[in-house]
């Protein structure tokens, strides 16, 4: 028996990387996955994966920074499953890595649009279905660079910081009806978000990995395994916290 059997998540992102290995960790466990990502090939690839392995899962294009796209993958959720037990708001942007003053209000805007909006928009069309049910476990993912900084990162450090707050205000506001918020802080991971900013990932896991006590980057399968967590009735007693799986990023 898994530990998400009978569940039904909905997760952004989900077209590769942490969202994708989340998306197959929870089907894994049992759960039914609807995968939504502005790529609609990747969420494909990722829903056709899970059901190759005999497990239950719908993918949708879906635009985080469009309230009526966020509401179209909610409901098709609903159509496609009947329920919402977890909600997996994980999608961002990749932001150029530069100084404020030299930052376009585009790429600012672009950031809090994906980053931040995007969350809320999710959170705004789900929640009332997992109200309606009394039960929930809303997982925001955040970033270790939510607690540090992190040079010429300005947009996407003030985003993921938010990210942290805001699950910590969602997470007083609907305890009494049985949902739980939390974040989930990555460290570098190795995905195609990293390829982007360091060329490769070996430039990625030569030059970052390092840089994180265990001397490694993380693999997006170790990101997953902290989402099956705070998903499962295994943190039932966890809300309002930041899950940090950082390789100790953060401790220094
Ligand atoms: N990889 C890391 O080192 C790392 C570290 C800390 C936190 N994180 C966080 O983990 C999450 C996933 O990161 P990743 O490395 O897998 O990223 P990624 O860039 O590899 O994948 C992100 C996915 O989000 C989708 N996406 C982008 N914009 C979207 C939009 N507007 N609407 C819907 N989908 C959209 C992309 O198509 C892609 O499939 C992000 O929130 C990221 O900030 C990553």
């Known amino acids: 028996m898994g530990r998400?059997?009978?569940?039904?998540?909905?997760?952004?992102?989900?077209?590769?990387?942490?969202?994708?290995?989340?998306?197959?960790?929870?089907?894994?466990?049992?759960?039914?996955?609807?995968?939504?990502?502005?790529?609609?090939?990747?969420?494909?690839?990722?829903?056709?994966?899970?059901?190759?392995?005999?497990?239950?899962?719908?993918?949708?294009?879906?635009?985080?920074?469009?309230?009526?796209?966020?509401?179209?993958?909610?409901?098709?959720?609903?159509?496609?499953?009947?329920?919402?037990?977890?909600?997996?708001?994980?999608?961002a942007t990749v932001t150029p890595r530069t100084t404020v003053d030299a930052l376009s209000e585009e790429d600012w805007r672009d950031a809090l649009d994906v980053n931040l909006t995007g969350v809320f928009l999710l959170c705004k069309h789900a929640l009332p279905h997992l109200r309606a049910q009394g039960s929930g476990s809303v997982i925001l993912t955040a970033s270790q660079m939510g607690r540090v900084a992190y040079d010429g990162q300005a947009a996407y450090c003030a985003t993921k910081g938010a990210l942290i707050q805001l699950a910590k205000v969602m997470a007083l506001d609907h305890a009494a009806e049985g949902i739980r918020v939390n974040a989930l802080s990555p460290g570098g991971t190795a995905t195609a978000r990293l390829e982007r900013r360091f060329g490769t990932l070996e430039q990625a896991e030569s030059e970052w990995g390092p840089t994180h006590p265990v001397g490694r980057l993380g693999r997006p399968e170790e990101i997953a395994a902290g989402a099956v967590f705070l998903a499962s009735d295994g943190s039932s007693f966890m809300t309002g916290a930041d899950l940090l799986i950082d390789g100790g990023y953060s401790a220094r």
């Not at 059901?51 to 993918?59: D, F, K, L, Q, V």
């Not at 796209?69 to 037990?85: K, N, P, T």
């Open 4 to 91: 998400l059997e009978g569940k039904v998540a909905v997760i952004s992102g989900a077209g590769r990387g942490i969202g994708a290995a989340i998306s197959l960790a929870f089907a894994e466990e049992g759960a039914a996955v609807q995968c939504l990502d502005i790529d609609p090939t990747a969420a494909a690839d990722v829903a056709a994966k899970i059901g190759a392995a005999g497990g239950r899962s719908e993918a949708a294009r879906c635009d985080v920074r469009d309230s009526a796209s966020v509401r179209g993958g909610v409901e098709a959720v609903v159509e496609a499953f009947g329920r919402i037990d977890v909600v997996v708001a994980n999608a």
